[in-house]
């Protein structure tokens, strides 16, 4: 990993979270609890992976910073939805969450599925905006919004989620989980990339080379989060072992743990391979690529 990719990954996830603070409704009215259900989980913290990708995905191509980062921040709001809808008693009923109480267990279930809700809702409402402004151009906007709305609704993240749900205590093949991964994780992640490279003025061999590589990176994130769930520690922010209590269909659950490692640095190389044709300026995501491919958390 380049020396200068942990500073660089400290300073954007600090402009990002002072940014999401701005960002989030935040009225006067104290009785809000709505609001500080959405502030909870959003403040919470996660590695912000997601507007990090966006951001230096924009930056890749030759895009600023402060132009993607209002779209940045709206993909980890929906990031962040699913997480809290994730977590409900009608799905993983999880307790633990970015290492605190999950968002149902302080605010209770009604207000956790509101707050995701918002989280979702408000996304797309600040997305538009950098198009009425003028900040982005407004063709551009409609096409980042056909690439989030695609990849978190039925035809991405949410069919996910009911598969995994549907796929629980089955025995599956590692072409269907990966089906599943590529839905559930790997949609956003590659709008996440696609949206920024947008913003930075892509041409579409470069969106289509992002597209390759935000493919491979997903999967290897998600191979990696499937290992994490058995070796990691507490620094995994959840709780360990879920997916074996709950029976879910994991590459380490079928082919051992050493295998889905070996997986997940194969597709990171294929990762890398995809930003060949790219300068320096794809530093950050090359850095990222190997970063994630042997993260710890
Ligand atoms: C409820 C519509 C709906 C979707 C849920 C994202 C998701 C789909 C479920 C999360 C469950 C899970 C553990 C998925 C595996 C990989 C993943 C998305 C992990 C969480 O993302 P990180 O590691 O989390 O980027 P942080 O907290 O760092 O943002």
């Known amino acids: 990993m380049r020396p200068g990719i942990q ?13 999401l603070l701005e960002l989030l409704p935040n009225s006067s009215d104290s009785l809000s609890k709505l609001e500080e259900s959405m502030r909870y989980s959003i403040l919470a913290g996660g590695k912000r992976l997601r507007p990090i990708l966006c951001i230096s995905a924009s930056e890749a191509v030759g895009g600023s910073l402060d132009k993607a980062l209002q779209i940045a921040c709206a993909i980890e709001m929906i990031h962040t939805y699913s997480l809290i809808h994730d977590d409900l008693p009608s799905m993983d009923d999880d307790l633990l969450r970015r290492g605190i109480p999950t968002n149902h267990s302080v605010f209770g279930e009604a207000l956790a599925i509101l707050a995701g809700d918002a989280l979702l809702t408000d996304a797309f409402s ?32 949410v069919s996910g989620q009911a598969f995994d749900l549907a796929l629980e205590g089955k025995e599956v093949s590692v072409e269907l989980i990966e089906k599943v991964h590529s839905l559930k994780t790997g949609a956003l992640i590659e709008a996440s990339v696609t949206s920024g490279a947008r913003v930075g003025g892509a041409n579409e061999d470069q969106l289509l080379q992002l597209k390759c590589y935000a493919k491979y ?19 995994i922010g959840k709780s360990r072992g879920a997916d074996a209590r709950k029976n879910k269909a994991t590459y380490p659950a079928l082919v051992g743990v050493e295998r889905a490692r070996k997986m997940a640095l194969e597709l990171t190389e294929k990762a890398l391979l995809a930003l060949k044709d790219f300068d320096d300026k794809a530093g950050p995501l090359r850095d990222l690529a190997f970063y994630l491919g042997g993260r710890k958390y």
């Open 7 to 19: 500073p660089y990954l400290l300073g954007l996830k600090e402009i990002i979270d002072k940014k």
């Open 126 to 157: 600040l997305i538009a905006r950098e198009g009425i402004s003028n900040v982005i151009s407004p063709t551009v906007v409609v096409e980042i919004i056909r690439d989030i709305s695609k990849a978190a609704g039925s035809q991405g993240m």
């Open 217 to 235: 990176l997903g999967l290897a994130f998600q191979i990696i989060d499937d290992v994490l769930d058995i070796e990691g520690g507490t620094e």
